[in-house]
């Protein structure tokens, strides 16, 4: 008779840890879909996303700004006309834009002909560090929020080809040299 009470209690806790095992994959499973939805309604896209529509078209006037750079000095955007210039949005807390670092100071290496200019959510410290570790010959600038929602900044990295004349000639994501290098040749050169 024990026997069979054990065999039963046995049978009966499998049986429910069966049932938690799956409802905690039930709930695994929505909170994904739940997930996806929050950020599909915060417009919240990851790099290169299909149907990723976002920052301002090619052809609109680049939107003036000056920022302090990582040792205070301000830089004005009119201070490159004339010239091509590659804006980046970043931020010192996104993994893509850490991985992106290293192309983009390999970019403006071999692309003597562009202006790198950053724009960088990170404190001024952050941004300093950020010069200093990654060897960065270009300014990095202060994020402003006015500034990004002037140029209809969907996350980051993001990039803006900005040519001689001060128009917006690409925009888009990029995490590679190939990509930085693609938006950048689309964009008139």
Known sequence: MTETKST??????????ILLMIAIGGLFLRMNQ???QVLAALGVLQPGAPGQEAGLLP????PDFSLPDQNGKPVVLTEFAGQEVLLVFSSTTCPACQQMYSHLKAFSETHRDVRVVMISRGSAEENRQLVEEQG???PVLSWDDAVAQA???PGTPFFY???GKGMIA???FA?????VEALVASGGR
């Open 59 to 62: 052809g609109a006037v680049a």
């Open 170 to 172: 690409n925009a888009g």
């Open 34 to 36: 739940l997930q996806g």
């Open 151 to 153: 140029y209809q900044v």
């Open 161 to 163: 080809v900005i040519d």
């Open 136 to 138: 960065f010959a270009f």
């Open 8 to 17: 039963v209690l046995l049978l009966m806790l499998m049986v429910t840890i």
């Open 175 to 179: 995490n590679t040299l190939a990509q």
